[in-house]
C-alpha cells in the first residue's frame, strides 16, 4: 500500500500550514520541503524511548501527521516523497553516506535517505529530513547550489566517478563561500522498500548510531535553524548563534513543545529525564 493511499493530501497540507499544493514547479518543490520542515520536527526519540521505528505507511502517518510528532530522515522523507507524488511531482528514494561530523578515515554506512524528485523532465533533490540543516531543493547538476536562511550555503558537487565506494555526488555546505564541508554522498541506483528497513534498523539499534547515544531534535526556523542535543540548545540565524543549556526536565519539555513543536507526556519525559539531567 502507498503511503499517499491512507494518508490524504488537505491533512498533510493542514499539518505543515499550507491552504492548497503549489504547482508541480522548482518554486512550489521549495515551498512544500520548507513548510514540512517548519511544521514537522526532527526527532529520534522514539528510539531513545527503547520503542522501535515503523516505516509502515500507517505508522508514519499516525506518528507524524495524526498524532504531530516529528521523526527522523526514514520517517519525514517517505512521508514527504508519497505527498510530492500526489502533487504530481514523481520521486524515488535514494540512500546516502552521511560525513557530517564523521571520524577522518572512517567509511559511514548508507544511513539516510532523501528524494529524487522529477521536475518536467529534470531530476532535482529534495530532503525534508536531514536533522544537522536545512537542504534547500537543488537540480541534479554539478555546481548547483542553494542558500538556507541559517546562513549556510549547499553545493552539489559530481565528486567521483559512477560506482565509486563513497558515490558519485556530494553534498557540501559552506558559511563563508570558500570553507566547504562534505554533509552526504550518494548515486542515483534505484533503492528498495528493504533497503530502507535495513538502514532504518542499523540507525535505530546499533550502538554506534548517533541515533542511539542522544537525544536530537531540530527544526527550520523562517530566520534560521533551531537544534536540541540532549539538554543543549542551539539556534542558528545568517547573522547570529546562540546555545542555551536547558536547567532541567521541566524546561526541556517547555521548550520540545515552543520551539520543536514535538509534545511528550510527563510519562515519557520522566523516562528521558535520568539520563539528560542525572
Not at 157 to 180: F, N, T, Y
Not at 232 to 249: G, I, N, S, W
Request: charged share 20%; with cysteine.
Amino acid at each position: 500500500m502507498r503511503l499517499g493511499m491512507i494518508c490524504d493530501l488537505p491533512s498533510y497540507l493542514a499539518r505543515i500550514g499550507l491552504a492548497s499544493a503549489p504547482a508541480a514547479t522548482p518554486h512550489g518543490l521549495e515551498q512544500v520541503q520548507r513548510a514540512h520542515r517548519q511544521s514537522i520536527g526532527f526527532e529520534n526519540l522514539d528510539v531513545m524511548l527503547g520503542r522501535g521505528i515503523a516505516l509502515a505507511p500507517e505508522a508514519i502517518r499516525g506518528k507524524l501527521v495524526d498524532r504531530r510528532r516529528g521523526g527522523y530522515c526514514f520517517e519525514h522523507n517517505r512521508l514527504f516523497g508519497a505527498m510530492l507524488a500526489t502533487m504530481g511531482m514523481p520521486t524515488r528514494p535514494l540512500l546516502a553516506r552521511v560525513w557530517l561530523r564523521a571520524a577522518p578515515g572512517v567509511m559511514t554506512a548508507r544511513t539516510h535517505t532523501f528524494s529524487l524528485v522529477t521536475l518536467g523532465s529534470e531530476p532535482w533533490l529534495a530532503d525534508a529530513g536531514f536533522g544537522s540543516s536545512y537542504v534547500p531543493p537543488m537540480p541534479l547538476v554539478d555546481g548547483a547550489t542553494a542558500l538556507a536562511a541559517d546562513g549556510y550555503r549547499h553545493r552539489l558537487r559530481r565528486a567521483r566517478a559512477p560506482g565509486a565506494l563513497r558515490g558519485e555526488w556530494e553534498v557540501e555546505r559552506s558559511l563563508d563561500g570558500a570553507a566547504w564541508e562534505a554533509q552526504y554522498s550518494f548515486d542515483t541506483n534505484e533503492v528498495a522498500a528493504l533497503d530502507l528497513e535495513m538502514s532504518n534498523h542499523w540507525v535505530a539499534t546499533r550502538p554506534e548510531s548517533r541515533f542511539t547515544q542522544a537525544c536530537i531534535v531540530s527544526i527550520v526556523q523562517p530566520e534560521g535553524f533551531a537544534s536540541l542535543l540532549d539538554r543543549q540548545m542551539t539556534v542558528h540565524t545568517a547573522t547570529t548563534r546562540t546555545v542555551t543549556e536547558l536547567p532541567d526536565a521541566t524546561a526541556w519539555q517547555r521548550i520540545l513543545a515552543e520551539v520543536f513543536q514535538i509534545e511528550l507526556d510527563d510519562a515519557e519525559v520522566g523516562q528521558l529525564a535520568p539520563r539528560l539531567f542525572g
